[in-house]
């Protein structure tokens, strides 16, 4: 093999046959052959690592993008340094940013709350970064799925299912959860339903205990609603929680749709319908883009949108 090739395999960043992959790798193991990324550094200026930051490390959403990514990105042979932004303002987005400003990463995968409170902002110096999720910034590259029409598509297969009094879990002041919200709000008008702020159920976290905290408050000074509508997962089974301590069965008294298809949603009682995507692909367009601005900072600014699905289970009753 020539020392290209070697190479090519080695860095992950040029397509090699199976054949030769496997030859290549085959001699590493028998030689016990550690690249030095020390010395790769100092010749190309790169370091080999990325960093990946979400706002709730703790959510079984972000373990499991998490995984994703990390598991992408070692096929490239990029190691992955792991961070909680927190949900509450931008000083860890902008500290990250100045690392790899200085050289210490190659490039991020930032996932902010809010366009308001997040470091990459209009007239910032901006290293190689992909944002995902909800904030669009078009000053960066950008993937997410189409929270709006996810949000839409689930709702609506509850108002198919002849409910008509469906509560929105999860206001809060993120982008994730306006958008979400206004696509719930899109798909009642046009099944000729007006939006009733009092369905709307304010959130403060968005995890199982917010859920079943937000739910429980809820349900004290309101009568059930037909179905729920959840943001998350997550928060769909703290809902299921407060929902049985009622006495209350899902989906004899209420029908119940979440989002994100996390693992363990098929595995909930009962078994979650909810908006789910292909977080692999999700996961290798993140990281083709950001390569690619590593690669060539100046190039136009990308957005990609990851394609939906409704995972139908047993959640929703058809009235």
């Known amino acids: 093999m020539?020392?290209?090739t070697v190479s090519n395999v080695v860095n992950g960043q040029v397509p090699v046959s199976p054949h030769t992959r496997d030859r290549v790798e085959q001699a590493m193991d028998q030689l016990d052959y550690v690249p030095n990324l020390s010395a790769r550094g100092l010749r190309n200026g790169r370091t080999g690592v990325i960093a990946l930051a979400l706002p709730a490390l703790a959510t079984s959403y972000s373990a499991s993008m998490t995984s994703e990514i990390v598991a992408a990105a070692a096929e490239r042979g990029w190691n992955v340094q792991i961070e909680d932004t927190g949900v509450t303002d931008g000083r860890r987005e902008a500290m990250l940013l100045n690392r790899?400003?200085?050289?210490?990463?190659?490039?991020l995968i930032l996932n902010p709350v809010l366009l308001e409170t997040s470091a990459v902002q209009r007239g910032v110096s901006l290293p190689p970064v992909v944002l995902i999720g909800e904030v669009d910034q078009p000053i960066a590259d950008h993937v997410w799925i189409d929270n709006v029409a996810a949000a839409d598509a689930a709702?609506?297969?509850?108002?198919?299912?002849?409910?008509?009094r469906i509560a929105f879990l999860g206001r809060m002041r993120s982008a994730t959860a306006r958008l979400r919200q206004k696509g719930y709000r899109a798909a009642l008008r046009r099944a000729g339903i007006r939006p009733d702020p009092e369905l709307a159920v304010p959130c403060r976290i968005w995890n199982p205990d917010g859920g079943y905290t937000a739910m429980r408050t809820w349900l004290a000074d309101h009568e059930p609603p037909d179905a729920i509508f959840a943001s998350t997962d997550s928060l769909?089974?703290?809902?299921?929680?407060a929902l049985a301590d009622l006495g209350l069965t899902v989906p004899g008294d209420v029908s119940l749709v979440g989002y994100d298809d996390v693992p363990e949603a098929a595995h909930y009682t009962p078994p979650l319908t909810t908006v789910g995507f292909d977080r692999r692909l999700f996961a290798e367009t993140v990281l083709t883009l950001l390569a690619e601005r590593i690669?060539?900072?100046?190039?136009?600014?990308?957005?990609?949108?990851?394609?939906?699905r409704l995972v139908e289970r047993e959640s929703v009753r058809d009235r």
């Open 155 to 164: 709702t609506s297969r509850l108002v198919g299912a002849g409910h008509r």
């Open 295 to 308: 690669a060539d900072p100046a190039r136009p600014i990308v957005s990609r949108t990851i394609p939906f």
């Open 236 to 241: 769909a089974l703290g809902a299921l929680h």
């Open 100 to 107: 790899a400003r200085a050289h210490l990463v190659d490039g």
């Open 2 to 4: 020539s020392p290209k």
